[in-house]
């Protein structure tokens, strides 16, 4: 029985099994399921899942977004202040409707020039009166925003209406410095982003990649176009580490694809990497290895 402590390279520990079935029976490593190898030797069930990363150094600047300025409150907050803004703008129209300096700049209701009768009861129900009523809704709502700006011009008659006006203005002024604040901190800081986004924009360059040597990792990214030369094989987490330091102009590599557990392992005591991008593909697991027709398998 081969084990992982006597067997330097367990991709190529596997064809020694099925040619020269005398010198193991099995082999008890970290040995990942695949259908090359499925071909070849017989396996256990997996004890562990087998996942593809990619790790990369980290960059320290901004990935600017359009987004960024809704970055200072959550979702849940800017739905909360857009609510208490129609509400707002709903309770003042209800309060001061009747108010003239809300009135200014849409059409009056028509009256008969001849005998200058008042309009009709139904007035506001014709074309001319929704437009009235629409505007002085259309007016507070405007009178809402500009206060955000503090250059509101309209008066407001009732106690109640300035009431609300007060509520609402200290909530824009709490709401105006929170924001100031927090939007300046989020495009001033420098946060950490791996060098590379994405498996993708790496598999369409032309910079180098590291894998674990001995591995299949190296067939399977030729598969996917990747040119041998831009392969490099590397073999201890102390040279990952340096290839990546490195970094592909100086003769590293600018990122690093392995199976998880040996990411993961590898990112517990270096802490200037990361991972970079979604999983990249799964297969069938970890698995221990017996020749075909083996009691052991």
């Known amino acids: 029985m081969g084990f992982a402590s006597t067997t330097p390279q367990t991709c190529a520990a596997i064809p020694v099994i099925w040619a020269s079935s005398g010198k193991a029976d099995a082999i008890v490593a970290d040995i990942t399921i695949n259908i090359g190898r499925l071909k070849l030797v017989d396996f256990t069930q997996p004890y562990m899942p087998s996942v593809l990363l ?35 703008g709903l309770v003042m129209f209800t309060l001061e409707h009747k108010n003239p300096d809300f009135h200014q700049g849409f059409p009056k209701p028509t009256t008969d020039a001849s005998n200058d009768l008042p309009p009709p009861a139904s007035a506001s129900d014709s074309p001319n009166g929704f437009k009235r009523w ?81 591995s299949f990792i190296h067939n399977y990214l030729t598969m996917l176009g990747v040119k041998s030369s831009r392969l490099k094989s590397l073999d201890s987490a102390e040279k990952y580490a340096e290839a990546l330091r490195l970094g592909p102009k100086m003769g590293g590599v600018a990122a690093i694809v392995d199976e998880q557990p040996y990411v993961e392992s590898f990112l517990s005591t270096e802490c200037d990497f990361t991972i970079a991008g979604d999983q990249i593909a799964f297969f069938g697991g970890f698995g221990f290895v017996s020749m075909y027709g083996s009691v052991v398998g």
């Open 54 to 88: 990619m790790i990369t150094p980290y960059r320290y600047g901004r990935v600017g977004t359009m987004w960024d300025f809704l970055q200072p409150f959550s979702m849940e907050l800017w739905v909360a202040i857009l609510f208490a803004f129609v509400g707002t």
């Open 134 to 214: 629409a505007g002085k809704l259309v007016n507070f709502y405007w009178f809402t925003s500009l206060t955000l700006f503090f250059s509101q011009k309209e008066s407001v008659m009732t106690h109640a209406g300035r009431f609300v006006t007060v509520v609402w203005i200290l909530g824009v002024l709490i709401f105006t410095s929170s924001y100031t604040a927090s939007l300046a901190s989020t495009l001033s800081a420098q946060q950490p982003y791996p060098s590379i986004q994405g498996f993708e924009f790496l598999l369409k360059s032309t910079a180098p990649i590291g894998y674990h040597g001995g």
